[in-house]
């Protein structure tokens, strides 16, 4: 049941627009249109240093299928997103921070903060995180 009580703002939806119209900036590092620092990267999947760090270990798992957010993904991006989460997993045990800990983040329209329209996930560690979010008493 989808009740869209809190939908998004027009000027969300109006800068989503515009972003969706020129195109993903993800696209353009698998495209090698923009650098990036790349960790990984297969067929299907590439994994890259984000501009903005927000841990000691902050990297962004990318599908190379351009998907906008989490809500258009269907039954044939299953093993798609299946792998995403086990690269996540590798990539945490390569840096290190697999027996720490760490957080995995996909932010999903304007409530979450997404700013690009191309399925992304967080891969965060190396330091405390602290709570996700705050608690609503």
Excluded: C, W
Aim: hydrophobic share 40%; no cysteine.
């Amino acid at each position: 049941m989808s009740t869209n009580l809190l939908a998004q703002s027009a000027a969300y939806q109006k800068e989503k627009a515009r972003k969706i119209d020129e195109g993903s900036p993800f696209t353009k590092i698998i495209n090698r249109e923009l650098p990036a620092t790349i960790v990984f990267e297969d067929e299907e999947i590439i994994a890259f240093v984000p501009l903005k760090e927000q841990a000691r270990v902050h990297l962004l798992i990318v599908p190379k299928k351009e998907i906008q957010t989490l809500n258009q993904a269907n039954q044939e991006d299953t093993l798609l997103l299946g792998r995403m989460l086990l690269r996540a997993a590798k990539l945490a045990k390569e840096n290190g921070i697999d027996a720490s800990g760490y957080r995995l983040a996909i932010n999903i329209n304007e409530d979450a903060g997404q700013s690009v329209f191309h399925i992304h996930m967080h891969l965060l560690g190396g330091n405390s995180l602290g709570p996700m979010v705050d608690r609503i008493d």
